[in-house]
């Protein structure tokens, strides 16, 4: 009976050691999801708007205007450009992150995949461990970048993507991660990158829209089209970023209930046992005081 209480309670100190840690954990993640939230919160409408913009005049300009960056080719290669985080313990978001990527790859590239075409350039240690062991070709330079999240940083693999779709090394480029809505809410996409998408009417035609150019459009887009395609991968690292940090507190909360409930299942199994040990002594006494009078 002692073995079984020594036991006990050496779980109950196993489990509040634990739940220290996941307390803390979802501490720290608090503070750093503010500061995530209130980056991507700033950057969002300015992104979206700049990728507006692009896209409709990309949809305007006529036919005539060379736009390396927006030329339709037939998809033969593929990049994926996956962005999960550097570490665990943020529930399944990392997992819904690399599932979706696959999805996209199963649905809609699921030839070019059987040819060896398609390419991973992961952001994030998750993700690039997960693409290596399962033997994807993959772009190697640019997965640390959390460690020193920055544009500048995070530029780099923006021009690495762009340069290769110019060079025609890939005719596609995709980017799947998190949109942040709130700590207990991510939403998985998929999104376009290369060739820049068009905006489209209802009856599937480019739309025009009515732009002023000043100065010529070849310069305005020559300057413009690189600086917000680093925009918007920028704008998807810091989604995932905060995506990232809401998913590890709302794990690490749900993990601190969990401990919460399995402690007091615990302490109800450690009562029992006492009692009943404290039960057994009894009657061992009375047992013993009975069998010296007799």
């Given at each position: 009976m002692s073995g079984q209480l020594k036991e006990v309670?050496?779980?109950?100190?196993?489990?509040?050691?634990?739940?220290?840690?996941?307390?803390?954990?979802?501490?720290?993640?608090?503070?750093?999801?503010?500061?995530?939230?209130?980056?991507?919160?700033?950057?969002?409408?300015?992104?979206?708007?700049?990728?507006?913009m692009l896209s409709n005049i990309v949809s305007s300009v006529s036919g005539d205007m060379e736009m390396p960056l927006a030329e339709e080719r037939t998809a033969e290669r593929i990049l994926m450009i996956p962005v999960t985080s550097d570490r665990g313990l943020c529930g399944a978001y990392n997992t819904n992150v690399i599932k979706m990527t696959r999805a996209v790859i199963a649905e809609k590239y699921a030839a070019q995949d059987a040819k060896g075409n398609v390419t991973i350039l992961p952001i994030g240690k998750k993700g690039y461990e997960f693409f290596v062991r399962n033997n994807f070709k993959v772009v190697d330079n640019y997965w640390g970048l959390f460690s020193d999240l920055s544009f500048e940083n995070v530029r780099e693999a923006a021009v690495f993507a762009q340069q290769a779709f110019l060079n025609k090394e890939y005719d596609r480029v995709e980017i799947v991660y998190s949109q942040f809505k709130n700590a207990a809410t991510q939403m998985f996409v998929s999104e376009p990158y290369l060739p820049i998408p068009r905006v489209q009417n209802e009856e599937g035609n480019n739309q025009n829209a009515d732009f002023i150019f000043e100065p010529s459009k070849e310069t305005l887009l020559t300057e413009l089209m690189p600086k917000i395609l680093n925009t918007q991968v920028y704008k998807a690292v810091l989604d995932a970023n905060a995506s990232e940090h809401g998913a590890r507190m709302t794990a690490m909360d749900k993990a601190s209930e969990n401990a919460n409930e399995l402690l007091r299942s615990l302490k109800i199994s450690y009562n029992r046992a006492r009692q009943a040990a404290i039960t057994t002594e009894l009657t061992e006494i009375v047992s013993g005081a009975a069998a010296l009078q007799g």
């Open positions: 309670r050496n779980r109950i100190k196993s489990v509040t050691s634990t739940q220290q840690i996941t307390k803390a954990m979802k501490m720290v993640s608090a503070a750093k999801l503010r500061r995530a939230q209130d980056a991507i919160v700033q950057m969002r409408p300015y992104a979206q708007k700049l990728q507006e």
